[in-house]
T-cell receptor, first 110, second 115 residues
Framework: QQPVQSPQAVILREGEDAVINCSSS?????VHWYRQKHGEAPIFLMI?????EQKGHDKISASFNEKKQQSSLYLTASQLSYSGTYFC???????????FGSGTKLNVKP | DADVTQTPRNRITKTGKRIMLECSQT?????MYWYRQDPGLGLRLIYY???????NKGEISDGYSVSRQAQAKFSLSLESAIPNQTALYFC??????????????FGEGSRLTVL
């Protein structure tokens, strides 16, 4: 039931954009996005609910395509601080039980 | 002080030993979780508890047990540790009260090595 994330890794220069995808084979209720710095705990970025709109957080935004059962995370004009591993967490009903993808490692270079 | 505290942060043990990882939280959340993180596999759910009397198995509960001693405390035990249980373990909490997003708040992790 784990969602599939792609790509597995991305290397960017500061100021470049990136898209991270999260796909599920089951109908989704919600998708959470988290970022984890090396050696630290994952930190919540945003949640997208079924039927919800696209969300934004500074220059990081996300969308949720119910028909395709997938979510995408958009990082625009990337900053060095965006480096880390991004995880999507999927919820298949309103039970607050999450399954995480294997992560996308993002490396932003000067 | 962290809202979700895990102890120990690091532990090296031998095959066959019993190990307990403890988690306590000051956020007042009813829901608590134990996840395991392995390189390339992301976070996998071991057990979760929605209140003191409610404990449920996750994706990979074999070889693990849990105890919810109070709303604020959720412990994970490995009855007889084996090397493939070497991993980084995270405790997390969430709140589904009015206005809450359901986001997970993670502890700082417990790195367990089984020799």
């Amino acid at each position: 039931q784990q969602p599939v994330q792609s790509p597995q890794a991305v290397i960017l220069r500061e100021g470049e954009d990136a898209v991270i995808n999260c796909s599920s084979s089951k109908a989704l209720y919600s998708v959470h996005w988290y970022r984890q710095k090396h050696g630290e705990a994952p930190i919540f970025l945003m949640i997208l609910l079924k039927g919800g709109e696209q969300k934004g957080h500074d220059k990081i935004s996300a969308s949720f395509n119910e028909k395709k059962q997938q979510s995408s995370l958009y990082l625009t004009a990337s900053q060095l601080s965006y480096s880390g591993t991004y995880f999507c967490g999927t919820e298949y009903n309103n039970f607050n039980k999450f399954y995480f993808g294997s992560g996308t490692k993002l490396n932003v270079k000067p | 002080d962290a809202d979700v505290t895990q102890t120990p942060r690091n532990r090296i043990t031998k095959t066959g030993k019993r190990i307990m990882l403890e988690c306590s939280q000051t956020k007042g959340h009813d829901r608590m979780y134990w996840y395991r993180q392995d390189p390339g596999l992301g976070l996998r759910l071991i057990y979760y508890s929605f209140d003191v009397k409610d404990i449920n198995k996750g994706e990979i509960s074999d070889g693990y047990s849990v105890s919810r001693q109070a709303q604020a405390k959720f412990s994970l035990s490995l009855e007889s540790a084996i090397p493939n249980q070497t991993a980084l373990y995270f405790c997390a909490t969430s709140d589904l009260g009015q206005g809450a997003t359901g986001e997970l708040f993670f502890g700082e992790g417990s790195r367990l090595t089984v020799l």
